[in-house]
C-alpha cells in the first residue's frame, strides 16, 4: 500500500507508537501530546531553528524510559534559565522552573540537595550556562551532583539579537563581532569533563535518533552528566554566516535548513574521543570545518550525595570517638549555678587569638559551669594582623537571640578595638585592656570599669606572646565572675595543643591572681 494512502494511526503503529483508540489520530492527538502544554502551542521559536528537535528528542527519551524503565515522570523536573532554549521549560507537562538568567545551575543544585528523589533536569542555552552561568557550571560539574544539563548551542545569544556568546567560533561574525570574532571559544564537552563531569556527549539536532539514546543514558547516570546540543540559528547566527545564507536569504527555514546540511557535511562522530579533542574546527573566514559529535565520557563515580554520605558517616564515627573520649575524662563535680545575664565583647587583631578566647568562655560555660552559653565571631578581614572580635553570652535563661544587646564586659586587645567596641559597653559595665596595647584617652568613659593588665607582656615572659589572650581570660574570669575559675582552666586545657596546656594554665592563674589583686583594693 503507498505510504500516503496508508492510514495515519497505522503508519504510526509501523513507527513504533502505540495507538490504543485510532480515534486519537482523527481528532489529531500525537504521541507526544502527554508531556507537552498544548494550550501554549505553537511555540515561538523560528523557522528553521533546532529547538523543536531538542525538545521532541528529550520528551521522546523521557517517554522510553517511562515504558521501559518504569519511570515516575512526576518526580521529574525541568529548570531552565533565559534564552530561547529556556522556553522548553514552559512548553513541557512537568515541573518545571524558569529561573533568572545564568541561575538554572544553582536552582537545580538547590531543588537537588532539597529532594534527592527528583529527577533534575537543566534545559538552556549556551549563553545561559556558559556565559552568564558559567561559574555555576563548572562548580555543579565539580561536585558531580546528579543532575543532567542539556545545553542546546546555537553560537551565538540568538534570542537577544545574535550577539557573540561564549561559544561563538573564532573568526566567525555575529551582530556584535561583524568582522569576525576575535575571542576563542569554549570547549564545552572538555569544560564540562575537566570540571568533574562524569558523562559527557554531544550531537547536532541532525542525530536525532542518536540525540534521544544518548539522553536516555544521560538522564539515568549516577552523577553529573552534560549534553551538547548543537542547534541551527537561523534568525541570527545564520545570517551572517556563510554557512546558513542558502539560496534564499530571507527566508528563515532555508537558512536554518542549509546550516543543518552544512553541520551534516563537516560532522564526525567520533565516539570515545577525549573531550580535549571534541572541537569545532573553523577557518579562516569563521566557517565551521569540522564538528567532532558523540558519547566521550561515561565513567561513574560516586556523586555528591555519596560523598556527603560517606563524611557523615566519616563524622558519625568521630563525633562517638570523642564522646566516648569525653565520657571516660574526669568531670569537674561542677552544679549549675544561677548567674545573671552576661554579655561579653572581645576584640583586637588577628593572631591574638580573640576569637579563641571567646570560644573558650563559651565552651566553659556550656560544658562545665552547666549554664546557657553562645558564642559568634565577626566576619571581618580576619587575617593576621586584621580586626577580628567575638561575642559570648553567658546566662542561666535560654538565649533566645545570638548577637549581644548591651555588652556588660568587655576585653579589648587593640587601639582598634577600643575605638570600635567601648561606645557600646553598658553604662556600669567592666572593661578590660591590654594596657600596653590600649591606651585610655582623655574623654575615656567615667560610666564604666576599667581594669588594665600587660597580658601580653606576662604572656611572653612565660615563653609565648601569643597566649596573651589566656591571661586575659584569667582576669576576665577573677573579675567578672561569671564563669567559674575551674570551668575556665578545663576549657583552657581542651582548648590548646597538648604540649602548650602547661604554659597557658599557668598564665591563666597569672591573669586570675591579678585580678583578685585589684578587685580587692
Not at 531538542?54 to 512526576?74: H, Y
Not at 574526669?330 to 593572631?351: A, D, I
Not at 585610655?440 to 597580658?455: F, K, S, V
Amino acid at each position: 500500500m503507498p505510504e500516503e494512502e496508508m492510514h495515519r494511526s497505522e503508519r504510526m503503529r509501523l513507527l513504533g507508537y502505540e495507538c490504543p483508540d485510532e480515534s486519537d489520530w482523527v481528532t489529531g492527538l500525537h504521541p507526544m501530546d502527554e508531556l507537552l502544554r498544548s494550550e501554549r502551542l505553537p511555540h515561538i521559536w523560528c523557522q528553521g531553528c533546532g529547538l523543536g528537535t531538542a525538545l521532541t528528542t528529550f520528551i521522546g527519551a523521557l517517554q522510553w524510559l517511562e515504558k521501559n524503565r518504569g519511570w515516575d515522570l512526576d518526580n521529574v523536573a525541568v529548570v531552565s534559565g533565559i534564552g530561547c532554549t529556556g522556553r522548553i521549560a514552559g512548553y513541557v507537562r512537568l515541573d518545571s522552573f524558569h529561573t533568572t538568567h545564568g541561575r538554572a545551575l544553582p536552582f537545580a543544585t538547590g531543588l537537588k540537595l532539597a529532594n534527592p528523589n527528583l529527577k533534575v533536569v537543566v534545559l538552556s542555552g549556551d549563553g545561559d550556562i556558559a556565559g552568564i552561568g558559567g561559574n555555576h557550571f563548572i562548580h555543579a560539574a565539580r561536585r558531580n551532583l546528579e543532575i543532567t544539563v542539556v545545553c542546546v548551542n546555537n553560537f551565538n545569544y540568538g534570542m537577544t539579537g545574535g550577539q557573540v556568546g561564549p561559544t561563538t567560533p573564532h573568526d566567525a561574525r555575529a551582530v556584535t563581532s561583524q568582522y569576525g570574532n576575535f575571542e576563542y571559544p569554549f570547549n564545552l564537552p572538555y569544560l564540562a569533563a575537566a570540571s568533574g563531569a562524569s558523562f559527557v556527549a554531544r550531537w547536532t539536532v541532525l542525530h536525532a535518533r542518536q540525540l534521544e539514546w544518548t539522553l536516555r543514558e544521560a538522564l539515568t547516570h549516577p552523577g553529573f552528566s552534560f549534553v551538547e546540543v548543537i542547534a541551527p540559528c537561523s534568525t541570527a547566527y545564520a545570517r551572517w554566516n556563510p554557512e546558513g545564507r542558502g539560496l534564499d536569504p530571507e527566508k528563515l527555514s532555508r537558512r536554518g535548513l542549509e546550516l543543518m546540511k552544512h553541520y551534516q557535511k563537516v560532522g564526525k562522530t567520533a565516539n570515545g574521543t577525549h573531550p580535549k579533542d571534541a572541537h569545532v574546527q573553523v577557518n579562516e573566514r569563521g566557517e565551521i570545518t569540522e564538528i567532532i559529535e558523540g558519547k566521550f565520557l561515561d565513567d561513574p563515580k560516586p556523586d555528591l550525595k555519596a560523598a556527603i554520605n560517606h563524611l557523615s558517616a566519616q563524622a558519625e564515627k568521630m563525633w562517638l570517638e570523642d564522646k566516648k573520649s569525653l565520657e571516660n575524662r574526669p568531670q569537674l563535680p561542677v552544679e549549675k549555678k544561677s548567674v545573671p545575664r552576661t554579655e561579653v565583647q572581645l576584640g583586637g587583631f588577628g593572631g591574638q587569638g580573640v576569637i579563641s578566647a571567646g570560644r573558650i568562655i563559651g565552651q566553659a560555660a556550656a560544658l562545665y559551669d552547666k549554664l546557657e552559653a553562645c558564642f559568634t565571631q565577626s566576619y571581618g578581614p580576619e587575617a593576621r594582623g586584621g580586626a577580628a572580635g567575638s561575642q559570648v553570652i553567658v546566662a542561666t535563661d535560654p538565649i533566645h537571640h545570638p548577637h549581644l544587646i548591651e555588652p556588660t564586659s568587655m576585653i579589648i586587645m587593640s587601639q582598634g578595638a577600643y575605638t570600635k567596641y567601648v561606645p557600646a559597653l553598658a553604662p556600669g559595665g567592666i572593661l578590660l585592656i591590654d594596657d600596653q596595647l590600649v591606651d585610655l584617652p582623655e574623654n575615656h568613659r567615667a560610666d564604666i570599669t576599667t581594669y588594665g593588665i600587660p597580658a601580653t607582656q606576662v604572656a611572653e615572659q612565660a615563653g609565648s606572646s601569643r597566649a596573651g589572650n589566656t591571661v586575659m581570660l584569667g582576669f576576665w574570669s577573677a573579675i567578672v565572675g561569671a564563669v567559674s575559675r575551674d570551668a575556665m582552666r578545663q576549657s583552657v586545657a581542651e582548648s590548646v595543643p597538648t604540649k602548650m596546656v602547661e604554659m597557658n594554665l599557668k598564665v591563666f592563674d597569672i591573669g586570675y591572681e591579678k585580678g583578685l589583686e585589684m578587685i580587692r583594693g
